[in-house]
């Protein structure tokens, strides 16, 4: 099946500074990869995702970028808030099986004001 | 806006015990699944289901089984719980069966003693 790798498993920056999370996942026919922000104590929730008909996606202070090639994806975060704090999942999912996902296994981001 | 509600946010049981945990969802969503959430293995999935009385095994089905008797509702059952079961278990639901945004619930927090 899927394997998907995110790294860092944990991650500190400056209020303000940019943060990267990458995955990277082993099945070439995996297709679309959503990327899921969990505050403390609270659930899971989408933040933005990607197709693999496209390179990069932006929504405001985030994006994400994706090569297929490379089999790899990952998470930009520019100006990082306070509020940015979180557990960060990616996910990778394929046509054929539905809505079955693959999680990575989280990054802790902290961001220091 | 869609609500995925676990009934119990903590539980405590013994060993051996059989244990009931319930996802209700509202926005009538075909699809639900179950969610095991552990610190450095990520989310990963116990079971899904895309229909009323279907059910299908994800990466971990040893030791739990599901029910899906209601659309709008998806049980998880372990049967007979032991140490190893103590995790986050998360419920969610989707609209599409390919590449949908997954709504979770808040979590169900078990610890088998």
């Known amino acids: 099946g899927e394997n998907v790798e995110q790294h860092p498993s944990t991650l500190s920056v400056q209020e303000g500074d940019s943060a990267v999370i990458k995955c990277t996942y082993s099945?070439?026919?995996?297709?679309?990869f959503p990327w899921y922000k969990q505050e403390l104590g609270k659930r899971p929730q989408l933040i933005i995702d990607?197709?693999?008909?496209?390179g990069e996606k932006k929504d405001q202070r985030i994006a994400v970028t994706l090569n297929k090639t490379a089999k790899h994806f990952s998470l930009h975060i520019t100006e990082t808030q306070p509020e940015d704090s979180a557990v960060y999942f990616c996910?990778?999912?394929?046509?054929?099986?539905?809505?079955?996902?693959?999680f990575g296994t989280g990054t802790s981001l902290t961001v220091i004001p | 806006d869609v609500k995925v509600t676990q009934s119990s946010r903590y539980l405590v049981k013994r060993t051996g015990e059989k244990v009931f945990l319930e996802c209700v969802q509202d926005?009538?969503?075909?699809?639900m699944f179950w969610y095991r959430q552990d610190p450095g293995l990520g989310l990963r999935l116990i079971y899904f289901?895309?229909?009323?009385?279907?059910?299908e095994k994800g990466d971990i089905p040893e030791g739990y089984s599901v029910s899906r008797e209601k659309k709008e509702r998806f049980s998880l059952i372990l049967e007979s719980a032991s140490t190893n079961q103590t995790s986050m278990y998360l419920c969610?639901?989707?609209?599409?069966?390919?590449?949908?945004?997954?709504?979770f619930g808040e979590g169900s927090r078990l610890t088998v003693l």
């Open positions: 990607i197709r693999s008909n496209v």
């Open positions: 926005m009538d969503h075909e699809n």
């Open positions: 996910a990778a999912s394929k046509v054929d099986t539905g809505n079955q996902f693959y």
């Open positions: 099945d070439s026919a995996s297709n679309y």
């Open positions: 289901s895309y229909d009323v009385k279907m059910k």
């Open positions: 969610a639901s989707s609209l599409y069966q390919i590449g949908g945004e997954l709504f």
